[in-house]
């Protein structure tokens, strides 16, 4: 999941730094404006275990490895502002201080983790409860979780091959096989926390709520 050194030609680490910015800066823009600090906890709580889980790296076939992501937990609790605030604090941070992850491909881990990792199971999961009217909040929350592995995993696929290093069928496919693996437990990960947090917080996780109900989206969003 982490880009290192080698994989990504120069337009490519440009492109993806360029569409990743805006994104990380507006998710800046809009925590700093609701001006929750009854969250700010929370994120220190959610940033602290999405490093440790990150940490805890798989190699993968083309130079690349596998982790656990965070996003779709940070999602579900924080809303996507927070979320995406949260993952390019990690991601800068353990590119910078620990070399997971190469400086010149920051852009990319960025967009990959911290947008496309946030956006997709963000929006998986709000036309997944529109669709089912708030039933199996659950299991969409499981797949959601899912989705952003994969789609994180596949962004990271395509653009080591929009750099002429691998052939997309090659990184592809070792991307994918992994982290459908991975994705398959962060799933159960994520819907066993927010269960749990229903359980004994259900303020922490509005978005289990049925639609008409209270809003989706934690204390920032």
Known sequence: M??????????????????????????????RRQRQERAVPLIGVLGAYIFAAQMLNFPVAAGTSGHLLGA?????????????????????????????????????????????G??????????WRRLLRGRLALAG????????????????????????IYPLPAVL???AGIHGLIGAAEA??????????QAVRPDLVPGLTPPGGERHGAPVE
């Not at 490519?12 to 809009?30: E, H, N, Y």
């Not at 937990?73 to 927070?82: E, K, R, Y």
């Not at 993952?87 to 911290?114: C, E, P, R, W």
Request: net charge neutral; proline share 5%; aromatic share 8%.
């Open 72 to 116: 779709a937990l940070a999602v579900f609790t924080l809303g996507p502002a927070a979320a995406m605030l949260v993952m390019a604090t990690v991601v800068t941070i353990q590119a910078v201080l620990f070399q997971d992850g190469a400086v010149t491909a920051l852009g990319a881990n960025l967009l990959n983790m911290a947008v496309i």
């Open 188 to 197: 159960v990960i994520t819907a066993a926390i927010l269960k749990f947090l």
């Open 2 to 31: 982490h880009i290192p050194y080698g994989l990504l030609s120069p337009p490519v680490a440009i492109a993806t730094a360029a569409l990743a910015a805006p994104a990380v800066g507006w998710s800046l823009w809009r925590v």
């Open 173 to 175: 496919g070792a991307m």
């Open 141 to 164: 929350i499981a797949l959601a979780a899912l989705a952003s592995i994969v789609a994180a995993a596949a962004a990271c696929a395509v653009e080591v091959a929009a750099s002429r």
């Open 118 to 127: 946030v956006l997709v199971p963000w929006l998986f999961f709000e036309a």
